[in-house]
């Protein structure tokens, strides 16, 4: 970032990296400042921007510096001779600092609400204000204001703005508008009007309505970017018809017209056929189409211009007319639309270039808001900035998409500056298909930026975008907007406009973006599983932010109720154990929900974890717990004996050794000979069995992994299971020389 001054007008220069040019963003109010001073600050801006990613550039200049010249235009205290000088005194500039943080967070002519001007505030002027103060500009003491609000309790979701898919923003009422008195139920929540229906009833309203949502999305994702591939699929095809070779010879010898017969109709109702010299490009032109199609691809192949498909650039082929691709009289279009697989009412949304671009493979906006839809909703741990701005290539041209060990699966990753790495998704079929047109479709675009230097050329996401005003060309969009999904007033070509379903849904107008597609998707994860964690490796976020932002409030409600009766119910089983009023006073409706309940209690809670846990091992451990089936009942568990745990050294030695007696003693000794205890120790064989199985259950699975991470240090065991794996063959190979002899101790005393 750096500025500029032009007379009158000083100007912050930002470097936008999906832009070719800087942008330019007015920050005159500080020529109010004097000259010495306005260096001083703008150099220390310039230094504390050194490193830091556009959004933040931009956030200084809109946040921070535009303010602040406005501010001081505001404060007469500072006025000296027509100019306004910083302070050289502590007290000075203490005086400043409040004021200035007093009058940001008040200051008039803004529509922003308090608790946005304190988070900006507090996110970009504190820390300028911060690093002003080490630079030596502020001195050092000077208290700097603190912007932070107190923290609203409970508030997960707001109706101004909602999280979910078919969830309209709330619409602010006006002093003058009349209220009307409501006749009939609302039908304004994801679950409907079933305010009286109970917690369970509702959740599985919101369950069915977002699946039903979610589902109807998918259909429409699937069918815009199936006729899409096969639209690019039948445009290959023709060019086909027209081969490389077939326009060379064209262009060597000038021949840029071809005789075409015509069949006239004379005035007494007669035929008689005419031949007449056509142009290439002309509609009357059997192949009209075709030499269209040849003519851009072959600017794509050896054009080095990201503005060579522009019309005004077509017309200055031999080929075409003066009025090429502006007037239908002049453009051989019905011969494409009869062989495009959209409909008739979407195709009438699209220009006759724009209905060449697809049969190319040259994606427009809305072809790129799709296949965002669509690689969110495969993998919502992919943010949609993440995805926008997703570059397929590295420096070097080394390609992000990398393949599994086995070869049959398709790793892509994103980077994601906020968390300060990049994030990988493990590609599903559906993901995969769209990933492989997008680098197929985008390949020709990709190398003609390439060969013209363009910065754009390593994106994901290539095709035509606006460059200029109205002027379109190559390259990658410096914003995709989630409008071309759920919009049909500012967008022609949107997919709300080609799909009325997706209105009739519930998807309408602000009720559809890449956000809430996201966010339904870690919802639907919690109805899948119940499980916060789930929400939290779907998303790829950490547990607070997917408990805080993720899980919509009444969800949450639901789910802490649940823990709140359950904590209820475990202190009722423990005050009432062994009475006869034990069943009235709990919630579980019979006595079989109640052993249920009271099984779990005591395989989720073992001891140790809490002196409720010890109470409830000591009280129900001797009835519910498997290992003690059969025992004797005594009352009270005993304290366990070190004879009781068992230690594993996870050595690969050892681990290897316990692998192949596994598999050989499943080979080689009988079930009841698996079963039969030792005289000395007591263990039988199936125990080394059943330890092996689940120590390579453990090491293999990632859930069974988790489960036993308490007991296991499983990151230790994978190692040493990788280090083992290899040793089992050849252990395996010894054993088979072994063989079992029946002994008889008592006879050998």
Not at 95 to 123: D, H, M, N
Not at 375 to 391: I, K, S
Not at 620 to 625: F, K, L, S
Not at 717 to 737: F, N
């Amino acid at each position: 970032m750096h500025f500029e001054q032009q007379g009158n007008t000083l100007t912050a220069l930002i470097t936008n990296p999906r832009r070719t040019e800087p942008e330019r963003s007015d920050i005159s109010p500080l020529l109010i400042l004097h000259s010495d001073d306005r260096t001083r600050l703008l150099n220390a801006t310039s230094q504390r921007a050194v490193g830091k990613t556009y959004n933040t550039h931009h956030g200084f200049v809109a946040d921070v510096l535009r303010p602040l010249g406005h501010y001081l235009h505001w404060d007469t205290v500072l006025h000296q001779d027509g100019a306004c000088r910083l302070p050289d005194t502590f007290e000075g500039w203490q005086r400043l600092v409040l004021q200035f943080g007093l009058w940001y967070i008040s200051r008039p002519g803004t529509k922003a609400s308090l608790e946005t001007l304190c988070s900006c505030g507090q996110k970009r002027v504190r820390p300028w204000l911060k690093f002003l103060q080490e630079d030596g500009l502020i001195p050092l003491g000077v208290m700097l204001p603190d912007f932070r609000l107190p923290e609203e309790q409970g508030s997960h979701s707001s109706p101004q703005n909602p999280r979910l898919l078919g969830e309209q923003p709330a619409r602010p009422t006006r002093d003058d508008e009349p209220i009307e008195k409501v006749r009939e139920p609302l039908d304004k929540t994801l679950a409907g009007p079933i305010f009286w229906h109970t917690d369970a009833e509702y959740l599985d309203q919101v369950e069915t309505s977002l699946r039903r949502r979610d589902q109807v999305l998918a259909d429409v994702l699937d069918d815009y970017w199936l006729r899409l591939v096969r639209d690019y699929r039948r445009g290959q095809q023709m060019l086909q018809q027209i081969t490389a070779d077939d326009w060379l010879l064209r262009e060597q010898n000038a021949i840029w017209q071809d005789n075409v017969i015509y069949t006239v109709n004379d005035k007494l109702g007669r035929q008689y056929q005419k031949q007449l010299s056509t142009i290439l490009t002309s509609p009357s032109h059997p192949q009209g189409h075709l030499w269209v199609l040849r003519i851009m691809q072959q600017q794509l192949d050896h054009n080095n211009d990201p503005e060579c498909l522009r019309p005004k650039a077509l017309r200055q082929h031999p080929a075409t007319r003066s009025r090429f691709l502006a007037n239908p009289k002049c453009i051989p279009i019905a011969s494409l639309l009869s062989a495009s697989t959209l409909p008739p009412q979407q195709a009438d949304l699209l220009s006759f270039e724009q209905l060449y671009h697809r049969f190319l493979g040259l994606l427009n906006t809305t072809d790129m808001a799709v296949a965002m839809a669509l690689l969110m909703r495969e993998h919502a741990n992919l943010t949609p900035e993440a995805l926008a701005g997703a570059q397929l290539l590295n420096v070097r041209g080394k390609s992000y998409m990398l393949l599994a060990d086995e070869g049959q699966q398709q790793i892509f990753s994103v980077d994601k500056p906020r968390a300060g790495s990049r994030k990988y998704a493990a590609l599903t079929p559906r993901a995969a298909r769209v990933l492989r047109h997008l680098q197929r479709a985008t390949a020709p675009v990709r190398a003609l930026l390439k060969r013209a230097g363009h910065p754009h050329w390593r994106y994901l996401l290539l095709g035509v975008t606006q460059v200029r005003t109205n002027v379109n060309g190559l390259g990658h969009p410096p914003r995709i907007y989630a409008g071309l999904l759920n919009n049909t007033g500012s967008f022609k070509f949107s997919l709300a406009r080609c799909y009325p379903a997706l209105a009739n849904a519930g998807l309408g107008a602000g009720t559809l973006d890449f956000s809430k597609i996201r966010h339904t998707q870690g919802v639907l994860a919690w109805f899948d599983k119940g499980s916060v964690r789930a929400v939290q490796k779907r998303l790829g976020n950490s547990y607070r932010v997917a408990i805080e932002h993720y899980i919509p409030e009444s969800l949450l409600q639901a789910w802490n109720e649940r823990i709140i009766r359950r904590f209820q119910n475990t202190l009722l089983v423990l005050a009432a154990a062994g009475e006869d009023y034990l069943l009235e006073v709990v919630d579980m409706p019979n006595l079989a929900e109640l052993h249920r309940f009271l099984a779990q209690l005591v395989y989720e809670l073992p001891t140790g974890r809490s002196p409720i846990a010890d109470k409830l091992q000591q009280l129900y451990a001797d009835r519910y717990r498997i290992d003690h089936a059969g025992q004797p009942t005594t009352g009270q568990e005993a304290a366990p004996m070190p004879d009781d745990l068992l230690h594993l050294r996870l050595s690969p030695n050892s681990l290897a050794l316990l692998l192949a007696y596994r598999q050989w003693a499943q080979q080689h000794i009988t079930p009841a000979l698996q079963s039969q205890p030792d005289h000395l120790t007591g263990l039988t064989p199936k125990h080394f069995i059943d330890l092996g199985g689940m120590l390579q259950a453990a090491a293999q699975n990632d859930d069974i992994g988790k489960a036993l991470r308490e007991s296991l240090n499983v990151k230790k065991l994978q190692r040493a299971y990788g280090q083992a794996e290899s040793k089992v063959p050849e252990l395996l190979s010894r054993l088979t020389h072994l063989s079992l002899q029946p002994t008889n101790t008592e006879d050998t005393a």
